[in-house]
């Protein structure tokens, strides 16, 4: 089946560092989600991208669909300790509602 | 986005009991989803209800019926499970535009932590 690569698989970075992750697939998507999990809790969506080269921000974060639209890359900057949480990436085929989920990546911060 | 709400937020049950978790969606989206989160993996789609119908069963085992009576609600009900079946279940919604799929972003609930002993 389609997998998303998604990487790294973990980061600990030093509060006010930037941080940058990434997916990549095999196949082409029409849509890239990201979210960010707390422990215990449902994944809350951050930023939303449609079209191949769009480049998004929220805030801090900025993720960008890339060109081939077969990745996708988020990235933090100025961390802060309640960045810490994972951050999946989902990907949506053409024509279809069935979106595809990342590993997740684990980022921890130290103040 | 807290639109989405799941309950129980914890559930342990034994083998042999049946259980319900419920969603509901306060977002006036027309397709929910039930998703099982295991941990390392990534989230496997279960269950799709678009417009009360359900157009996707991702291959789940019938210990697990889903049942969705109108487009604010989602049930999820459990008989024999299995503790492999230990997991966080979570619930999602989005609203279905017919040909725009790329428009129909999930919002999820907080989940059922649920423990099968």
């Known amino acids: 089946g389609q997998q998303l690569n998604q990487s790294p698989q973990s980061m600990f970075i030093q509060e006010g560092e930037d941080v940058s992750m990434n997916c990549t697939s095999s196949?082409?998507?029409?849509?890239w989600l990201w979210y960010k999990q707390d422990p215990g809790e449902g994944p809350v969506l951050l930023i939303a991208?449609?079209?191949?080269?769009e480049l998004t921000s929220n805030g801090r974060l900025t993720a960008q669909f890339g060109i081939t639209r077969k990745d996708s890359f988020l990235n933090i900057s100025a961390s802060i300790p309640s960045d810490v949480g994972i951050y999946f990436c989902?990907?949506?085929?053409?024509?279809?509602?069935?979106?595809?989920f990342g590993t997740g990546t684990r980022l921890k911060v130290l103040a | 986005e807290t639109g989405v709400t799941q309950t129980p937020r914890h559930l342990v049950m034994g083998m042999t009991n049946k259980k319900s978790l419920k969603c509901e969606q306060h977002?006036?989206?027309?397709?929910m989803y039930w998703y099982k989160q295991s941990a390392k993996k990534p989230l496997e789609l279960m269950f799709v209800?678009?417009?009360?119908?359900?157009?996707e069963n991702n291959s789940v085992p019938s210990r697990f019926s889903p049942e969705c009576p109108n487009s604010s609600h989602l049930f999820l009900h459990l008989h024999t499970l299995q503790p492999e079946d230990s997991a966080l279940y979570l619930c999602?919604?989005?609203?279905?535009?017919?040909?725009?799929?790329?428009?129909?972003?999930?919002?999820f609930g907080p989940g059922t932590r649920l423990t099968v002993l």
């Open positions: 999602a919604s989005s609203q279905e535009r017919r040909g725009l799929a790329a428009y129909n972003e999930q919002f």
């Open positions: 196949s082409i998507f029409n849509t």
């Open positions: 991208l449609y079209k191949a080269g």
């Open positions: 989902a990907g949506l085929y053409s024509g279809t509602y069935k979106y595809i």
């Open positions: 977002l006036g989206h027309n397709a």
């Open positions: 209800y678009n417009f009360k119908e359900q157009t």
